[in-house]
């Protein structure tokens, strides 16, 4: 398994332009660590129009 650090996620995305406009948490019932934390991050960015 590999991942990403929220930071590298989401900085990433702000540094690129984009706009952060939401953000959910889920979790997989069948894994222990579940118990304890979201398993699961999604995030919805937009990048904004380029003013003239």
Same mark, same amino acid.
Do not use: C, W
């Given at each position: 398994? %590999?991942?990403?650090?929220?930071? +590298? ?6 540094? $690129?332009?984009?706009?952060? *406009?939401?953000? %959910?948490?889920?979790?997989?019932? +069948? ?6 934390? $979201?398993?699961?991050?999604? *995030? ?9």
């Amino acid at each position: 398994m %590999f991942g990403h650090t929220l930071e +590298d996620q989401i900085g990433g995305q702000l540094v $690129a332009g984009f706009v952060m *406009t939401g953000l %959910f948490e889920d979790s997989n019932p +069948d894994n222990a660590l579940s118990e304890y934390m $979201a398993t699961y991050i999604a *995030t919805r960015a937009v990048k904004p129009p380029i003013s003239q």
